[in-house]
């Protein structure tokens, strides 16, 4: 049983495989649908012209009777829902039930504006004709009826591909989230274990730095630089172990003040290493940001400065209301 609560990257990486996959899948159906659609459709209207095939046979019989017999008056064969009408051989309207214009001469069958037409040679010339052009409104309910089934379709599809989706990137992610939480556990008890043995070292390096001024000096620092670095090691695993479920609390922060403390919790390393420190900090900067984010940011940036500087190298830090300068 997966548990519901996922981790930030979990959901990233799942949201990106799921719409590359839907994506995918979807466009991949979404052509096969088009296709039989269209082949469908093409379907629907054939059959719709054979009615017109057989409907020109029939005229044309009744066209021959009218012709051997030439009653009087003549009655132009007429059968709903099928319009239709005689051309002589130089395709001049003879007679019929209706008068289209721009017909397409040199097709059998063609649409027009929602019509399908069938062009019929008569042989022999019943009454003077030598085609017959016959017309039926394009029935659109069987078209109409493919569209909803293939609508529907589609939407069953998109149901169960997104929920075998889920199923899949749940499976995607799992081992992710298995290494993550094996990381979690790991920093948890090593964070866990380091917090007592630093604090202790610390607060003796700082009792042994109050009794003994002189003597041990250079040693006394050298403690402190390291402790100094395991304590900063270990606020960053413990920032990294609640940083998936830490809820972040923007406040107004005094960025100018917040420098001057943690340049004063490096003040050690910069000593050892003999760095000329040159600062060109405005007072009261303040920004909108989460306070452990600020000190994650600038310690990071402190001690990367700091560590792969020269010995003896310059460090100059510039900070102002639009802009922050560390320069080694």
Known sequence: MWDTVMLSSEKRSLFRFLTIYLSSTLLLFLLATVILYNYQKH??????????????????????????????????????????????????????????????????????????????????????????????????????????????????????????????????????????????????????????????????????????????????????????TLNRIYEDLTYLKLNHNYHRDIVSLDITQLFYERIDFFHTMIEAKSLKLESDIESKVILNIDQNDAIRLIDNILSNAIKYNKKGGDLKITLGLDIFEVYN
């Open 43 to 228: 379907n629907i209207l054939d059959t719709q012209m054979d009615r017109l095939h057989i409907e020109a046979q029939r005229s044309v019989q009744e066209l021959r009777v009218l012709h051997s017999t030439f009653n009087s008056p003549l009655v132009y064969p007429s059968h709903q829902p099928f319009q239709s009408a005689i051309y002589d051989i130089k395709k001049e309207y003879i007679f019929g039930l209706f008068k289209p214009k721009n017909i397409l001469w040199e097709r059998e069958f063609y649409t027009q504006d929602s019509k399908l037409f069938y062009i019929y040679p008569v042989k022999p010339y019943y009454l003077g004709a030598s085609y017959l052009l016959v017309s039926k409104t394009i029935d659109q309910q069987p078209i109409i009826n493919l569209q909803k089934l293939l609508a529907l379709f589609l939407l069953i599809a998109f149901i169960f591909f997104t929920i075998l989706g889920l199923f899949l990137g749940k499976l995607f992610v799992a081992p992710m989230k298995e290494s993550i939480e094996g990381m979690n556990r790991f920093i948890q008890d090593t964070t866990h274990e380091l917090n007592t043995p630093i604090s202790t070292i610390l607060t003796n390096i700082e009792l042994l730095d109050t009794i003994y001024t002189c003597e041990g000096k250079n040693e006394m620092k050298r403690i402190e630089i390291a402790s100094k």
